[in-house]
């Protein structure tokens, strides 16, 4: 499939990327596959069958996204998590009254996001002896991904940059790879959610992560309409937390740089 091609089919979606070359070759030929398996010779024939049929749509659009993730990705990212934010929220926690620390994870893949900020949160409460209760929002649009996130197994390869103590205290040796402790998998909601087309899973939250999809993958205004819409979700003084390779499009967001981190933005009253 030629760029031009590659690209309208994109479009149909609103989806639009630049770079990643590895990645796209992946994907192109994921939907070559899907092509000829619809009987389809041609990227025109395809995309009138897109067009015309939901569940083929449905199917397309899930070979386009790219689920891939890993423990504590940006290293330096969590280290601002670990050493400021987490003990700011329960700082505030302290004064605004008992109650848990919410979270949505949006685009969470098979969670690796999720559980590096549940042991964050564990290690901190083993160290001071208290900790807020943590819930956590973990939505996807892709139900194979957040099955994986639900049961909790990662292959070996992908617990590559944790280290072997880590590994030890919160993952058991299971016969397909690794599974997360049983202690570290209750309060997460793992919801089907596409935070394109639906209003936010919930409001108030504390932290949102928004990490290498919205602003990676879509094109200009979807990508502004979409931040809005999250953002409603985000309460006053809540963080915000974008991958290391993106940045907040240029408009007026109720947003300001957090400990001059470029990933972290606390939400402000004005925009
Ligand atoms: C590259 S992974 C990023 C995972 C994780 N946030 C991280 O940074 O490691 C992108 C994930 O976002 C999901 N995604 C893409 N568009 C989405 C949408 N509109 N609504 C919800 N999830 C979406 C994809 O299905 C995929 O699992």
Redesign the pocket.
């Known amino acids: 499939m030629d760029d031009g091609s590659f690209r309208m089919l994109l479009g149909l979606f609103n989806l639009s990327w630049r770079g990643y070359r590895k990645v796209r070759r992946g994907v192109k030929k994921r939907i070559a596959r899907h092509m000829r398996q619809c009987g389809c010779r041609e990227v025109g024939d395809y995309l009138i069958l897109l067009e015309e049929k939901p569940e083929v749509a449905h199917e397309a659009r899930?070979l386009l996204?790219?689920?891939?993730?890993?423990f504590f990705?940006d290293q330096r990212l969590w280290e601002v998590v670990e050493s400021s934010v987490i003990p700011e929220l329960m700082r505030e926690i302290e004064i605004t009254g008992p109650g848990p620390v919410r979270v949505w994870?949006?685009?969470?893949?098979?969670g690796?996001?999720v559980f590096s900020l549940k042991i964050l949160w564990d290690e901190f409460e083993k160290k001071f002896l208290k900790a807020s209760p943590l819930e956590i929002w973990a939505?996807?649009?892709?139900p194979e991904?957040l099955e994986k996130g639900r049961v909790g197994i990662y292959e070996k390869t992908g617990l590559r940059n944790l280290s072997p103590a880590t590994v030890q205290n919160y993952f058991v040796p299971v016969a397909n790879g690794f599974r997360i402790q049983e202690g570290l998998r209750g309060e997460i909601h793992w919801i089907e959610?596409?935070?394109?087309?639906e209003s936010a899973p919930c409001k108030n939250f504390d932290m949102i992560?928004?990490?290498?999809?919205?602003l990676?993958?879509?094109e200009p205004p979807t990508k502004m309409r979409?931040l809005i819409q999250v953002l409603t979700a985000l309460r006053c003084g809540g963080f915000l937390i974008i991958?290391n390779n993106e940045e907040i499009p240029t408009g007026k967001f109720p947003l300001k740089s957090y400990s001059g981190y470029r990933c972290i933005f606390q939400k402000t009253s004005i925009p």
């Open positions: 899930k996204t790219v689920p891939i993730s890993r990705r994870s949006a685009g969470c893949a098979c690796e996001e939505s996807d649009t892709n991904v959610h596409d935070f394109i087309s992560f928004l990490r290498n999809n919205l990676t993958y879509y979409a991958g």
